[in-house]
């Protein structure tokens, strides 16, 4: 287990998933919307 503060992969993976959740959870998709033509797949577990 590593902090995302010291590993930079590790903190981009925890910006995309803090976006997604915001957007599912709070109605808030700016954070979404400036990455979302980055994303080339995204897989939804339910």
Do not use: C, P, T
């Not at 910006?15 to 990455?35: C, K």
């Amino acid at each position: 287990m590593r902090r995302s503060k010291q590993e930079a992969l590790i903190q981009i993976a925890d910006l995309v998933a803090g976006a997604i959740l915001r957007r599912d959870s709070r109605n808030q998709s700016e954070s979404y919307e400036m990455i979302s033509g980055k994303i080339v797949e995204l897989i939804e577990y339910h």
